[in-house]
């Protein structure tokens, strides 16, 4: 029970006896409050009792400033240093099987698994107090248990309920230790924590970090990339028993541990000998090589989020957060940058060339500040030369205004009046960074807007979209009727929207490469057995889009199968024609719609409806589709 009326009784329980803690204060069977209880049942004195009640005071998620010097005096006071940095360590990894023993921390299962409180409502802000406590008090492990008390209490994965108030205060307080080590915990909690207040937070707490060292928030994160101890190019050695590990990243998504034996042959399955001699070791390797590739990932989507914002970067400091960075290096090292020489000209060469001498300034290079000469030119070259890159960039498509959206002002119609699969449609969105409300039959349910940030978070674009005609009042519609997309500048804590001519181009064609994604990906034109289902409805919609015009992303198709269907072996039974991959077969000519993979035959331009082997009887396609048959 809380209230004013307790705190009332609590004071004057206080008056009574200055050394005695009100009981309740601390939790009886809580582990990660046994530090505070062991020394009040042992060795009570005055100055503990301020000093526990003074952390229970607490209620928020941040203290003011006379809370937190009167923290630290009363820490002292108490000789309570220890005590507070015992008690975050229980918190951050007491064991969720003691406090079933001990009653304390109920919970409710989920299949085989038990999850547990791991702080009881009641006691939250004496929990926060200790918090801020052990933060304010220091220590050489207190930023790592924070950052592990932080992703505990609000990260995926954990065995304890979500307790939102406990995380956001853990977050708050790193911002503000004052240890370097904390801008590290703040960056991989970033990439790891997915619940979107908690989220908010962090990019907060980075920020107030940033300007305590008087840089900006983009600084910080870049300046935060663990390097996790690699070497130069993203490698690490280890001996375990005459044998060596290595641990390579080898691309944006793979980081591999490769055994060597002493004899010199390798292999990427550790060894018996390894397994059985060095069962820590490699559990350590093991975990660290998880490490890296959660931090690849997280700077392959942040180095790709570059692509809206423009930034530059003095070479030097490009050089050293970026270029020679042993995680993010292997990531920029594939792409194609611009350099600034001393008279202010930018000259795009890929990272791993030379750039102009002296180059005063770097920025990622994006297609739609270059010439279609210089397009076709990196195209040509990433094709012959093999390179792979860690996200599209030379391909990637480029979506300039119309004429259409000139008119409209405001809103852009290209991707409107599409029917898209709508849980497809909602699951892209949260793999995008997308945020948007479900929809379904429920007050509000009926008007779908999801938001994404660009340009340094100062942009917003907004895509509306609805519940399908076909909806009917289920739980969420299968359908969904895509409508305008809108952007917004930043305006201090506000919105406001604004004329699409006022949107810089990279922050225009990055967000509406996203949307032509979503469309692309889950329009019913991409459906293969639409046609087998029988139906009338939205047929003349599936006809149009099926075979109609390419998008963007569908020409950066065809750029890119006219240089790769040269070089294959059947080159000579391949052509483009328009929007189409003409296959000539044994049997006939196929047609495939370079947008929806669709096919049709010559020479009436039969539908090839292909069905995948399944258990069920086959459906029956439509009067003028075929048995799928090979060219």
Same mark, same amino acid.
């Given at each position: 029970?809380?209230?004013?009326?307790?705190?009332?009784?609590?004071?004057?329980?206080?008056?009574?006896?200055?050394?005695?803690?009100?009981?309740?204060?601390?939790?009886?069977?809580?582990?990660?409050?046994?530090?505070?209880?062991?020394?009040?049942?042992?060795?009570?004195?005055?100055?503990?009792?301020?000093?526990?009640?003074?952390?229970?005071?607490?209620?928020?998620?941040?203290?003011? $400033?006379?809370? /937190?010097?009167?923290?630290?005096?009363?820490?002292?006071?108490?000789?309570?240093?220890?005590?507070?940095?015992?008690?975050?360590?229980?918190?951050?990894?007491?064991?969720?099987?003691?406090?079933?023993?001990?009653?304390?921390?109920?919970?409710?299962?989920?299949?085989?698994?038990?999850?547990?409180?791991?702080?009881?409502?009641?006691?939250?802000?004496?929990?926060? &107090?200790?918090?801020?406590?052990?933060?304010?008090?220091?220590? $050489?492990?207190?930023? /790592?248990?924070?950052?592990?008390?932080?992703?505990?209490?609000?990260?995926?994965?954990?065995?304890?309920?979500?307790?939102?108030?406990?995380?956001?205060?853990?977050?708050?307080?790193?911002?503000?230790?004052?240890?370097?080590?904390?801008?590290?915990?703040?960056?991989?909690?970033?990439?790891?924590?997915?619940?979107?207040?908690?989220?908010?937070?962090?990019?907060?707490?980075?920020?107030?970090?940033?300007?305590?060292?008087?840089?900006? *928030?983009?600084?910080?994160?870049?300046?935060?990339?663990?390097?996790?101890?690699?070497?130069?190019?993203?490698?690490?050695?280890?001996?375990?028993?005459?044998?060596?590990?290595?641990?390579?990243?080898?691309?944006? *998504?793979?980081?591999?541990?490769?055994?060597?034996?002493?004899? &010199?042959?390798?292999?990427?399955?550790?060894?018996?000998?390894?397994?059985? &001699?060095?069962?820590?070791?490699?559990?350590?390797?093991?975990?660290?090589?998880?490490?890296?590739?959660?931090?690849?990932?997280?700077?392959? =989507?942040?180095?790709?989020?570059?692509?809206?914002? &423009?930034?530059?970067?003095?070479?030097?400091?490009?050089?050293?957060?970026?270029?020679?960075?042993?995680?993010?290096?292997?990531?920029?090292?594939?792409?194609?940058?611009?350099?600034?020489?001393?008279?202010?000209?930018?000259?795009?060469?890929?990272?791993?060339?030379?750039?102009?001498?002296?180059?005063?300034?770097?920025?990622?290079?994006?297609?739609?500040?270059?010439?279609?000469?210089?397009?076709?030119?990196?195209?040509?070259?990433?094709?012959?030369?093999?390179?792979?890159?860690?996200?599209?960039?030379?391909?990637?498509?480029?979506?300039?205004?119309?004429?259409?959206?000139?008119?409209?002002?405001?809103?852009?119609?290209?991707?409107? *009046?599409?029917?898209?699969?709508?849980? $497809?449609?909602? =699951?892209?969105?949260?793999?995008?960074?997308?945020?948007?409300?479900?929809?379904?039959?429920?007050?509000?349910?009926?008007?779908?807007?999801?938001?994404?940030?660009?340009?340094?978070?100062?942009?917003?674009?907004?895509?509306?979209?609805?519940?399908?005609?076909?909806?009917?009042?289920?739980?969420?519609?299968?359908?969904?009727?895509?409508?305008?997309? /809108?952007?917004?500048?930043?305006?201090?804590?506000?919105?406001?929207?604004?004329?699409?001519?006022?949107?810089?181009?990279?922050?225009?064609?990055?967000?509406?490469?996203?949307?032509?994604?979503?469309?692309?990906?889950?329009?019913?034109?991409?459906?293969?057995?639409?046609?087998?289902?029988?139906?009338?409805?939205?047929?003349?919609?599936?006809?149009?889009?099926?075979?109609?015009?390419?998008?963007?992303?569908?020409?950066?198709?065809?750029?890119?199968?006219?240089?790769?269907?040269?070089?294959?072996?059947?080159?000579?039974?391949?052509?483009?024609?328009?929007?189409?991959?003409?296959?000539?077969?044994?049997?006939?000519?196929?047609?495939?719609?370079?947008?929806?993979?669709?096919?049709?035959?010559?020479?009436?331009? *039969?539908?090839?409806?292909?069905?995948?082997?399944?258990?069920?009887?086959?459906?029956?396609?439509?009067?003028?589709?075929?048995?799928?048959?090979?060219?």
């Amino acid at each position: 029970m809380r209230g004013p009326l307790v705190k009332r009784l609590r004071a004057l329980l206080t008056r009574a006896d200055e050394a005695d803690i009100p009981e309740g204060l601390i939790p009886p069977y809580a582990p990660w409050a046994a530090p505070l209880r062991d020394r009040a049942n042992t060795l009570p004195t005055p100055e503990l009792a301020d000093f526990v009640r003074h952390l229970a005071a607490l209620s928020g998620p941040r203290p003011a $400033q006379r809370w /937190r010097r009167t923290c630290l005096e009363r820490a002292d006071a108490a000789t309570a240093r220890n005590l507070v940095a015992g008690a975050l360590r229980a918190l951050a990894e007491d064991d969720p099987l003691c406090s079933r023993r001990s009653g304390a921390h109920t919970g409710w299962l989920s299949g085989r698994h038990h999850y547990h409180y791991l702080v009881q409502q009641s006691d939250g802000d004496l929990a926060r &107090g200790v918090v801020w406590a052990a933060a304010l008090t220091g220590g $050489q492990a207190t930023v /790592r248990h924070l950052g592990a008390l932080a992703l505990r209490a609000g990260g995926p994965g954990s065995d304890v309920i979500e307790d939102l108030k406990l995380a956001g205060a853990t977050i708050n307080a790193l911002a503000e230790t004052g240890d370097p080590a904390s801008l590290e915990t703040l960056w991989r909690l970033r990439s790891r924590i997915r619940h979107r207040a908690l989220r908010k937070q962090l990019d907060t707490a980075l920020v107030t970090a940033a300007g305590e060292q008087g840089i900006t *928030a983009e600084q910080l994160v870049e300046r935060s990339v663990p390097d996790h101890g690699l070497a130069a190019d993203g490698s690490l050695e280890r001996e375990l028993g005459g044998r060596r590990v290595r641990m390579t990243i080898e691309d944006a *998504a793979t980081v591999r541990l490769t055994f060597t034996r002493p004899g &010199g042959g390798r292999s990427r399955t550790a060894p018996a000998a390894v397994k059985d &001699g060095f069962p820590d070791e490699l559990r350590e390797l093991k975990a660290l090589a998880k490490e890296v590739r959660g931090t690849l990932s997280g700077e392959r =989507a942040r180095v790709e989020a570059l692509m809206s914002t &423009g930034r530059e970067w003095p070479y030097d400091e490009w050089c050293r957060h970026y270029r020679d960075h042993p995680v993010t290096g292997t990531l920029v090292r594939g792409l194609i940058w611009e350099f600034q020489d001393t008279v202010g000209e930018w000259h795009a060469v890929a990272s791993m060339g030379e750039p102009p001498a002296e180059p005063e300034r770097v920025r990622l290079w994006h297609p739609i500040r270059a010439s279609a000469d210089e397009i076709r030119a990196w195209r040509e070259r990433l094709v012959a030369e093999r390179l792979r890159q860690p996200f599209k960039q030379g391909f990637r498509e480029i979506y300039l205004l119309t004429p259409a959206e000139e008119e409209t002002g405001v809103y852009s119609n290209r991707f409107a *009046a599409h029917i898209v699969h709508y849980r $497809q449609l909602y =699951a892209l969105f949260k793999e995008r960074g997308w945020q948007s409300s479900f929809l379904g039959p429920y007050d509000g349910g009926y008007d779908g807007l999801a938001r994404a940030e660009f340009g340094d978070g100062e942009w917003r674009a907004c895509f509306h979209h609805e519940p399908a005609a076909d909806d009917d009042g289920s739980y969420a519609p299968e359908h969904a009727a895509t409508d305008q997309v /809108r952007f917004e500048r930043r305006n201090g804590r506000r919105w406001q929207e604004v004329p699409l001519a006022e949107v810089p181009p990279p922050v225009f064609s990055e967000a509406m490469r996203d949307v032509d994604l979503f469309v692309g990906v889950t329009s019913i034109a991409a459906d293969p057995d639409w046609t087998d289902r029988g139906e009338d409805r939205y047929a003349g919609y599936w006809r149009t889009a099926t075979f109609g015009a390419l998008t963007e992303s569908a020409e950066v198709r065809r750029a890119a199968l006219e240089r790769i269907v040269p070089r294959l072996k059947i080159a000579d039974r391949c052509s483009l024609d328009g929007r189409f991959l003409l296959v000539r077969g044994d049997l006939r000519t196929y047609k495939i719609h370079l947008g929806s993979s669709n096919i049709l035959m010559e020479p009436d331009d *039969a539908y090839l409806c292909i069905v995948p082997s399944r258990a069920v009887p086959t459906p029956r396609c439509s009067s003028r589709s075929r048995t799928a048959a090979s060219p």
